[in-house]
C-alpha cells in the first residue's frame, strides 16, 4: 500500500510539473521591476504580477491601449462609450451588474486619452479571481455591444456629458485644451461630442470593438494576495484561446504643429466665481522633461511655498490655484487654473498669474525649490508603491502612454532632476507663443517650440531594472475572530486614551494611526459656528517652532502624512508612515496638535477659500438640492451645534472668525478629560507606542468632559419641492426618508440587505437597474441607508438620488415612485436576496482587509465598547436572513414617495411637471 501511495504521489508530482511546463511554454517572462513581473502570451497579451500577502484583496485590472485619441471622424466620445457597454453583458456574463454586486467588488472602468481600463478589487479567494478574470477573458471579445442596449446607455453617457457642462472651471479647460491643438485628438475631450454621442450607429461602435479589443492590445494585471504560479495557469487557461483580429493594428501619431502665437479663450456662462487659466504645450510622460515639467508644477502651486500660491493666495488675488499635466503616450499640455472671487479683480489675477509664469528669466528656479518639490512627489510616489489594490489602477497611466516602466522612470528621473533641468525646460516650454490663455499677439520675430516626440522608447524601458522592492509583507486573516484575536485593548495608566493595537507585517513595513480626542457637551458649544471645524483645519498651518514649509518639508523627508479633523468636541488626528518613521511623525503629530501657531495670514487664505467655494456654489443644483433638503428638516435653532445653516449663515460664521476664538477654542476642548481613543495596524511597537503617548499626554488635559451630543429622530416634513438653476445642464433630485432606528436594534441586518436592493449593488439595484439600465435617463442613480451608531438617538434615514437632463424630470419622479411602490408591494426575490448577501459579506470582507477603515472600526468599537464579534453577530444575522424577514422590514421602514422629504433642483422649465405619474411598472 505504502508503495501505491509513494507511486501516486511522484504521478501527480509529474502531472503538476508538466502543466505547469506546459502553461510556461504559453506565458514566457518578459521583466521584472520591484515586484513587478511581465509575462506575455503567444498571442500578445501582456501580463503583470504583483504579489502583496498582506492586502487580503486582489484587484484584477485590465487596459486596452485606446483612448480617445484613437478616434475618428463621426466618434468623438466612442471609447468612453464602449467602455459604458461593457457593462451591459457578455456571453457567459450576461448581467456583469449583478455578478460585480454579488461578488462585493469595488469595480470601475475608466476612459481617458490613450487607454481604458476595467478593473475589480475583490475579497482574497480562488473563487474570485477565477470569476474576475473570466469576466475580463469573456468581455474581451464576446460584449454584446447591442443596439438596445446602445439606446438607453447612449442618454446615459450624455446625462454623464451634462454633469461635466455645470461645471465653470471644466467646461473653461476643455475650451481652452480645445484651442491650444489644431489637428491632434488631445484637443477633444475624453466624454465627447454631443451629436457624435446622440447619432452614433451600433455597426460603427461594434467595429470600434473589434479593432481595438484583443489581447495584443491589452495588459492584464493582478495585484494583491494570490499564488503566482496558479494565477500564471488559470491567465493561460482563460485568454490563451482568445485570438486577434487578422488585420493587425497601425498607430500613425497626429503631429501637432507648433504653436505660433498666444491663444484666448473667453468663456460666458451664469455664476459667480471668476476663472483665469494657463495652458502651455509640453513633451509625452516617457520624454525626459515631463519630469521636469512635474517638479515645476510642484514649485509654483504647492501649499504654501509654491510661487503662484504665494503670489496670487497669500497675495489676496484669488481663492485657490491647481494645475495639472496628464501622462500621455504624445505630446500634451500643462493647465493651469485660478479661482477669483466676485470681489476681486480677474484682470490682476491674470497679470499676477502671467507674470509668474513669465518671471523664472528674471528669478530662475533655485536647488531649494527643487529639492522641496523632489521630496514631495517622492513621497507621493513612495506611499502609491505601498499600496497595491490603488498600483493596480494608477499603472494604467503608464501603460497608456507606452509602458508599466516608465512609472519607475518618471520617479527616478524626478530623484535626480537638478535646478538647471527645470530652468532648461522653463526656457523651452513656458514662452507666450507656446500659451493658450486669451488674445492673438503679432510678432515680427515669432519664437516656436517644436514638441517631438518621443524616440527609442523600447530601449528606454527594456533593459530597465529598478531599484529593491518592499516585499510582500504578512498573509493576514481578516475574519472577524483573528482580527479580535491580534487586536490587543486596554486603557493607558496615566491617561485616559484607550487603546485598540494590531501588530502586523505589512508590505513597505506601513503603519496606520488614529488618535481621537473628545470634549465638551452640547452647552458648550452654543453659538460657536465654525470655530471647532477651523481650529482643527489650522493645525497643519504651523506651530510656535515650525512654520507651515517646514512642516510639509519634513512630511516629505520622512514619507508620511498627518491629517486632522474636527467638529463640535471632537478632533481626530490621523497617522499614515512606515515603521522607521512613526516616531518622527508622531512628535509631529504631536507639536501640531498641542502647539497651534493660528497665523491670521493662514486663517485669512481658509476663509477666502470657503468664502469663494460658497460663492461657486451657490448656482449648483447638488449642493442647492443638498443644502435645501437639510434646511427643510430643520430641528435646531441658529446657534446650536447642530443647526443646519442658510447660505447666508455660512457667510457671515465664516467672516465672524478670529484668532482668538480658535486660540480660546483650543485652550478649552483640546486635551485630554475622560475620553480619547488610540488605534495603530501595523509595523508597530506597541510599547513603545502606550510609553509615547503617556510621556507626551499626561499632563494635556482638558477640564471638558466629553458628553455626545445627540441627534434625536423626529419626522421628516412630507414635501417635494424645485429649485431651478439657471444654464445648468444637469438636474438632482433627492428624496429623504427617516426612520427611528440604531445598529444595534434587530432589524439592523435585514435593513442592509433591504437598502442594498433598493439603491445600493453596482448598477443593479431597483433604482439603477429602472432609471441607468431600463429609462436610460440617469448616469448616477441610486439611494442609500444611514443608521445611527447612538442607540440613544436613533436618528436613521434612507436616501434616494438621481442626476439627469431636466427634460427627464417627470420620468425621474415616475421612477422613484413606481419602484418604491413596487418595493413595498411585492418585496424582494430569492435570487435578489442571495446576491444582496453574498455581495454585503465579500464588501464587508474587502473593507477589514483596508488598514484604513479597519482602524475606523475600531476606533468607534472602543468608543461605543463593542468588540469585532459585534459586526461577526450582525454578519450572521445577514447571511441567515430569508425574503421574509427583508420583506418585514421594507413594509415597516419604506414609505410612498409622497412621505418622503424630496428636493429637485435644475434648469427646469417653468411649467415642468416634477410630479410622479402613475404609470405601471411590470
Known sequence: MKNINQNLNAFVLFMMLFVASMTYAQIKETATVEGITEYKLENGLKVLLFPDNSSQTITVNITYLVGSRHEGYGEKGMAHLLEHMLFKGSTNHPDIPNELTKYGSRPNGTTWYDRTNYYESFNATDENLDWALDLEADRMVNSF?????????????????EMGENSPSGVLMDKVISAAFLWHNYGNTTIGNRSDIERVPIENLQAFYKKYYRPDNAILMVTGKFEKDKTL???????SGIKNPETPLRDIPTVEPAQDGEKRVTLSRVGDLQIVSALYHVPAGSHEDYAAVEVLQEILTDQPSGRLYKALIDGKKAASVWSFSPFTKEPSFLYFNVDVPSDKSLQEAETTLLSVLDGFTETAVTEEEVNRAKANLLKQY???SRNSAYLGTYMSEFIGAGDWRLSFILRDRVESMTADKVNEAIQRYLINTNRTVGNFIPSKQPIRVEIEHTEGLEALVSNYKGKEGYGAGEAFDVSYENIQNRLNTGTLSKTPIEYGFIKKDNRGKTVNLRFMLRNGDVNDFMGKGKVASYTSRMLNKGTQSKSRQDIEDKLSAIKSSINFYGSNGRVAATISTTEEHLMEALDLMTDMLKNPKFDEAELEKLKTQELASIEANKTEPNYLASKNLALINQKYERGHPLHVNTIEEDIEDVQALNIKALQDYHSAFYGLSNSATLVAIGNIDEQALQNYFEKEFTDFKSNKPY????????PNKAVNEKIKTPDKKNAISIGLLPFEGSQEDEDYAALQIASEIFGGGVLSSRITTRLRQQDGISYGAGGQLSVD???????????????YAPENAAKVQAGFKEEIDRFIKDGITEEELKVAVTSWVQGANVSRANDGELEET?????????????????????????????????KKYFKTLDKWTVVNAGDFVEDADIKSTDKKVD
Open 789 to 803: 451608531s447612538d442607540k440613544n438617538g436613533k436618528n436613521s434615514s434612507l436616501l434616494v438620488y438621481a442626476i
Open 382 to 384: 513612495d506611499q502609491i
Open 707 to 714: 458628553t455626545p451630543i445627540v441627534d434625536k429622530f423626529s
Open 145 to 161: 455591444i447591442a443596439k438596445k442596449d446602445l439606446e438607453s446607455e447612449f442618454s446615459v453617457v450624455r446625462n454623464e456629458f
Open 233 to 239: 495557469a488559470l491567465i493561460e487557461k482563460k485568454f
Open 858 to 890: 475600531i476606533n468607534n468599537n472602543l468608543f461605543y465598547d463593542r468588540d469585532m464579534m459585534f459586526h461577526k453577530g450582525i454578519e450572521d444575522k445577514v447571511t441567515s436572513l430569508t425574503v421574509e424577514d427583508v420583506n418585514k422590514v421594507i
